[in-house]
T-cell receptor, first 114, second 116 residues
């Protein structure tokens, strides 16, 4: 049973470009969470999705960031018009159910904006 | 609102010594508590979790943690440190229900260094 798969592992974008980060949850998991780890900061929650639904996006920046988890395919975190401050590690986690079940994390995507 | 405070951003121990990483939480409802470990350039691996069963929780790699409601603490311990324990450790809290659902609130992390 493969773990949470994130790709790419490393992504370099120039300022103003778009970044697309992909996350395939563990088999059977329908809950996906995205977190961001900025240098010198802890892990911060961004968004919680279930299939075709955004449940909680309270941690998402108001502009340029969006997330989806379609019925088929991976969850996508999309950052438009990237800026240097978006450089961070982005982690995806999935769980079998909300609350009691632990979340399993992917290896992360390290985004560098140049 | 829930929050997590990890006391000490860096902890250094000698190989074979006791490891104690401190975590205090704040939550208006009974929490679920977790400890994760992160090795350099890797994702997070779950060490152990507390979900309202036994207050003393045993995890992988010889780690354990005790939930103390009166002290709002969930400190992580290991009797004897190994060089391979050197990593960053994160305490996290969540609870099912309300508007927070299953999302995790993390502490700032504690970097554990193990000296030979």
């Amino acid at each position: 049973n493969a773990g949470v798969m994130q790709n790419p592992r490393h992504l370099v974008r120039r300022r103003g470009q778009e970044a697309r980060l992909r996350c395939s949850p563990m088999k059977g998991h329908s809950h996906v969470y995205w977190y961001r780890q900025l240098p010198e900061e802890g892990l911060k929650f961004m968004v919680y999705l279930q299939k075709e639904n955004i449940i909680d996006e309270s941690g998402m920046p108001k502009e340029r960031f969006s997330a989806e988890f379609p019925k088929e395919g991976p969850s996508i975190l999309r950052i438009q018009q990237v800026v240097r401050g978006d450089s961070a590690a982005y982690f995806c986690a999935s769980s079998l159910q909300t609350g009691r079940a632990e979340a399993f994390f992917g290896q992360g995507t390290r985004l560098t904006v140049v | 609102a829930q929050s997590v405070t990890q006391l000490g951003s860096h902890v250094s121990v000698s190989e074979g010594a006791l490891v104690l990483l401190r975590c205090n939480y704040s939550s208006s409802v009974p929490p679920y508590l977790f400890w994760y470990v992160q090795y350099p350039n890797q994702g997070l691996q779950l060490l152990l979790k507390y979900t309202s069963a036994a207050t003393l929780v045993k995890g992988i790699n010889g780690f354990e943690a005790e939930f103390k409601k009166s002290e709002t603490s969930f400190h992580l311990t290991k009797p004897s440190a190994h060089m391979s324990d050197a990593a960053e450790y994160f305490c996290a809290v969540s609870f099912a229900g309300g508007t927070s659902y299953g999302k995790l609130t993390f502490g700032q992390g504690t970097i554990l260094t193990v000296h030979p």
